[in-house]
């Protein structure tokens, strides 16, 4: 932030002069107002701030944030705010992408920027379908999917977002809803906090193309009894009443859903969350089945050194060992001779 | 067999006097596992500490460990060295060391008429011959008749050499390239130490191993005293070379590409991220620079080429110099990446070591075919400066004017090497660090009226803001941008004018980079041999060779590949015809032709091998006419 200015930001202070242009409705805006307002909660300093994003609906996101930005190639986004973090670690960096950006074009690279836990906040905003290329099946589009490209509904098994992340070795993983306005701030936040790559998928709802894919446990009637936020520390129960819950069967290593009081169940028999746990953190993101919830909230968060950390630490030691390293010495490392 | 050494030696009354040579051209050949090339490069090294000009070409299969004894699997390096300044590898070599059966087959067509042949017999037998497609013994079947042969039982010889120090079967083998190298450095007057101090520096955790290896190549070495003395073998030395006083080192393409890199990023001030993914022939690059941590130089291996430079494209987003490098496969991975870096006017440098091509094509050897790929090959109107080094020590300085037209221009600039530059190695006179003009990088950090794409009016380069700096916050990507704010931007008439601009700023260039100079010869003449790259050694001396003979015959080496000095098109009007020799199809002569409407003839190899200076004496002559 600006010396001269000491007044807080708010999250207007955080948008840029230009015009908005996704669809009226769309999922983006209120992320969007969600990371805008984080920004303010945290007082980023904008001129520390970057944003980077590849090719999408969603990667439009850096236009329209009053820091740095830099829209990318598809897919690569990862790549290049490795490359940012790796200039200069100090850097904020957020980056943005898509269900199609992020785990198909740019799986790769996604993949390889959790393995290694480059420092910076990947949202991934997850509506199922390719929106800026007029509704084609995506990645993570349900088998069944019917879209322009798949007239006769898809035929390819979907990717689980958070699953993916788990496997690629992410040490932060939390999900969270486009418009859940109180949640997803939280989980930004905590997302901003941990040290390393934090991998945050968002259910972003495509108006046009893939209206209500995710209303069975978004709207706000169904919310209660379909989602579960984890908490760490807390049971892992849901309900409107909080009266269900998820408790572990031992004989098969599955979680099952349970109501409390019912067949001699307690409280104590439900879980507790614990986000150290990577093995829990991988049955609560595929959790399925009747009556089984989706899993929000900090699912994930175990940190480890990051990457640039690490390059950084690297450079020193060699800076420590060779203080006075100069190019006259370099050019005349090895054998020399002179002539005349 | 000393009269058919290279050029005349001197005869000697005296048998220990050695014959004096003025150059000589030495292959080593053998099985990839048998160490050629660290056979080739230790030889080199104690040739230059004696001050003795010289050229290399290591060539080797693209295979590790190719099966033992076939002949795809065979390895070779090349020296010429001599008391004159030398320029090319040589065309033939005069002596080929052939380590097996499956050596001797691949490169005894190369060796001169009555040349000499160092072959270890104890690698001939039955199997190894059959394996390397002999049906007969070529030692006895007449095949090595036109040689000046000596039969040695190497592999006996060196397992005898090392048997105190209780090697097994196979390491005590290992040892016979030393062995091998230590015969040589006799044969031609080279010291040992050098070889010595390497090796123990080498095997510093096995006394054993470096023990073994210096009893083989002291054994080596005084099997050629004895066998002198026995009047079976002789000796020669090679003086220095004439060359301008100073301090020297032996360099290769990729050293001193590494070094001019480092060089270049200290006199724009600015830390340097290289992003790069393995392939052959680049890597070497990228082992170069992984050591130089202390000098500011941040390495990132990617997960693959396309994320190496936007790696890259991302650290000069943020205020280093990003730098990337491949070869042709991986370069064409990076196009849409390169675009944006044009379109959003950040400083890279982009290295391709050209290999033959296409697609995997020929990994280890050299070509000059992406010369296309580097100044057209993009989507939509994409320049950007391309330029070309012509030996390995001119790497050094290729590299950092690379650097400079990057930071200055705000643009990707392709350097193009290639695979025998990368390997190749000459003696260098160390540059001068602090005679170097620097060029250090102003970044704008004005907050008042900032726009990302305010330009120098001279350059037409936009200012460069980077993140942390208060007040000059802004976005940037590939969708285009408005003329004056840099927002996006839809609008017709500003797509052509950015464009325009864009196409400007990088022609612009051409009033920033020296005239181009006549390399050798006369402004006019009958002929004017063109060439860019690594055919600079081969050309020059080929021209060299015809102005001797009183041909009118000039040549034109080209650094600048795009845009064009200004002047080259006038320069080319002086000359009757115009020679563009490339390893390539035509793609140079294309641009010529493109650029200046001259009936440039083309003479195209794709061997995988540089010209042979003899080839281009032919078709000079042919062409004058």
Known sequence: MNELSPQKLTAKDYATDQEVRWCPGCGDYAILKSVQKTLADLEADPANTVFVSGIGCSSRFPYYMATYGFHTIHGRAPAFATGIKLANPRLDVWMVTGDGDGLSIGGNHLLHVLRRNVDIQILLFNNEIYGLTKGQYSPTSRPGTRSPSSPGGSIERNLNPCNFALAAGARFVARTVDTDQKHMPDILKRAHGHRGASFVEIYQNCIVFNDAVFADFTDKKAAPERQLRAEHGHRLVFGANSEKGLRLNRDKVAIEIVTIGENGITEDDILVHDETDALLAQMLVTLDGPGAPVVVGVIYCNPVETYDGGVARQVEKAKAAKPN??????LFAGSTWTVG | MATNLAQKPTASADEHVPASLESVVIRFAGDSGDGMQLTGTQFTHST??????????????????????????????????????????????DVLVAMNPAALMTNLDALKTGGTLVVDTGSFN??????????????????????????????????????????????????????????????????????????????????????ANIAAVNAGHAFGETAELAGDLSHFTVGRADVAPGVYRTITGAESLALGLVAGGKLAGLDIMFGSYPITPASTLLHQLARLKEHGVVTFQAEDEIAAICSAIGASFAGSLGVTSSSGPGIALKGEAMGLAITTELPLVIVNSQRGGPSTGLPTKTEQSDLYQAIYGRNGDAPLPVIASSTPGDCFEVAIEAVRIAVKYMTPVILLTDGYLANAAEPWPVPDFDGLEPFPVQFETNAENFSPFTRDPKTLARNWAIPGNPGTEHRIGGIEKDFVTGNISYAADNHQLMTDTRWNKILGIADDIPLQEITQGDAAGDLVVVGWGSTFGPIYRAVEQSRAKGLKVSQIHVRYMWPLPKNLGELLKGFGKVLVPEMNKGQFATVLRDNYLVDAVRLNQVNGQPFKVSHLNQVIAETVG
């Open chain 1, 325 to 330: 390293a100069d190019m006259k010495e370099l």
């Open chain 2, 48 to 93: 230059a500490l004696m001050g003795t000009d010289l050229a290399t070409f290591p060539d080797f299969p693209a295979e590790i460990r190719a099966p033992t004894g076939t002949t795809f699997g065979v390895s070779a390096y090349q020296i010429n060295f001599g008391a004159r300044r030398v320029l090319t590898a040589g065309d033939q070599p």
């Open chain 2, 126 to 211: 039955d199997r190894t011959l059959a394996k390397a497609g002999y049906t007969s013994n070529p030692l006895e079947d007449g095949t090595v008749a036109p040689y000046q042969v000596i039969r040695l039982d190497i592999s006996r010889m060196t397992m005898e050499s090392v048997k105190e120090f209780g090697l097994s079967n196979k390491e005590a083998m290992r040892c016979k390239n030393m062995w091998t190298l230590g015969l040589m450095l006799w044969m031609y007057g080279r010291q040992r130490q050098s070889v010595v101090d390497w090796l123990r520096g080498k095997f510093a955790k096995s006394q054993q191993l470096a023990d």
